[in-house]
Every structure is written in C-alpha cells, then in structure tokens.
C-alpha cells in the first residue's frame, strides 16, 4: 500500500507546450501529415487553420518559407504569428540558386553583393522573431555574412551583371562535372 501511493505522487501529469514553431510554405498548408497530425495532438481544427494560414499567405509566392508561431490557448483556439521568410531564403534567392554548397568553406554555391546583404538585413531588423532585433544594422549585416559563409556563398563588394553571369557559368560547368563524375563511379561499380 506504501508504494502505490509513494508511486502516485511522483507521477506528474504532462502538460503538452502551448506554443509551436514550425516552419510553412505560403499558400501550402494542408491537412494531412505532417501538419494535421501535430495540430491534431493540441485539438486545433486542422481545416480551419490551414484555411485561415493559407488566406493570410495568399499575397505571398506560393512556397516561400515562412517561420510560423502557433499559440495555442486552452479553450482549442490558438493565435498565428506569420514571420518574414527565413534568412538562408533571403540569401540563395539574392544569390538566384536553388541550395547552398554540400561543402561549405570548400566550394562556392553563389555571389550576393554587400548592397543585396543591407536590403536583407533592413527586411530581417522589422521581423519581431529575429534574434537580433534590437542591434545594429551593422551587426546583422556581420550575421548575414556568417551565415552567407555557412552556404557556401562568396560575398563582394559590388557585383555587376557580367560577374554574375561568368560564375553561374562556372558553376553550372563544375556541376556537370561532379554529376558526370559519379555517374562513371556508378557505372563502374
């Protein structure tokens, strides 16, 4: 009898969190997994808020990334927060690539200018979520970089068409390359 109720009393109930992170395509938020079954475990309607998201993206490219904020209230409602796109979509869309290096550091993905860096650090300082909010122009600017760095992108002080042009270039060569590369490793296994 003593251990059952010494059992009882350290068993505590959890309580799930009332506040989710995730990150949304605008205009792509559909019931099914992997979305549905998340919302469905808090209890919000899951037509409804795919409804209500997809209505407030709608003036948004279809697929951008969104970071969303899902506060979720005790009575099965919950509050949306819809953030500006996240940061590496800033810079490979700048850079008018698709992804970033597979070996960051070792090879280049892309060119952004320094200029293109401002115009995004200017969007990222009026986005509430962003952790450095409260600094300076010039200290997102030096984040922006690192994490342009972190992609594979090569930042320049100015970049004119002819630059850009010459790189993609290169860089669509050096990827024919690779590709035809482990296609013969492949064909010689």
Same mark, same amino acid.
């Given at each position: 009898?003593?251990?059952?109720?010494?059992?009882?009393?350290?068993?505590?109930?959890? &309580?799930?969190?009332? %506040?989710?992170?995730? +990150?949304?395509?605008?205009?792509?938020?559909?019931?099914?997994?992997?979305?549905?079954?998340?919302?469905?475990? #808090?209890?919000?309607? +899951?037509?409804?808020?795919?409804?209500?998201?997809?209505?407030? *993206?709608?003036?948004?490219?279809?697929?951008?990334?969104?970071? &969303?904020?899902? #506060?979720?209230?005790?009575?099965? *409602?919950?509050?949306?927060? +819809? #953030?500006?796109? *996240? *940061?590496?979509?800033?810079?490979?869309?700048?850079?008018?690539? @698709?992804?970033?290096?597979?070996?960051?550091?070792?090879? @280049?993905?892309? &060119?952004?200018?320094?200029?293109?860096?401002?115009?995004?650090?200017? &969007? =990222?300082?009026?986005?509430?979520?962003?952790?450095?909010?409260?600094?300076?122009?010039?200290?997102?600017?030096?984040?922006?970089?690192?994490?342009?760095?972190?992609?594979?992108? %090569?930042?320049?002080? %100015?970049?004119?068409? @002819?630059?850009?042009?010459?790189?993609?270039?290169?860089?669509?060569?050096?990827?024919?390359?690779?590709?035809?590369?482990? =296609?013969?490793?492949?064909?010689?296994?």
């Amino acid at each position: 009898m003593l251990r059952s109720a010494v059992v009882k009393r350290s068993v505590k109930r959890v &309580v799930p969190s009332n %506040r989710m992170r995730m +990150i949304l395509g605008a205009g792509q938020a559909q019931p099914g997994p992997p979305l549905g079954p998340v919302l469905g475990q #808090h209890g919000i309607p +899951i037509g409804a808020f795919c409804k209500d998201f997809n209505d407030r *993206t709608k003036d948004i490219k279809t697929g951008v990334p969104l970071p &969303v904020r899902i #506060h979720i209230k005790p009575d099965r *409602t919950y509050d949306l927060n +819809i #953030h500006p796109p *996240t *940061t590496s979509y800033f810079l490979l869309a700048a850079a008018g690539i @698709e992804k970033g290096a597979s070996q960051p550091g070792h090879e @280049e993905a892309g &060119v952004v200018s320094l200029s293109q860096l401002y115009e995004i650090a200017q &969007v =990222k300082i009026e986005d509430p979520g962003f952790k450095l909010r409260g600094k300076g122009l010039e200290d997102v600017v030096r984040s922006l970089l690192g994490s342009a760095r972190s992609l594979g992108l %090569r930042v320049v002080p %100015r970049l004119t068409v @002819e630059e850009c042009t010459t790189f993609r270039q290169r860089r669509a060569d050096e990827l024919a390359a690779q590709a035809a590369a482990l =296609k013969e490793a492949e064909a010689a296994k």
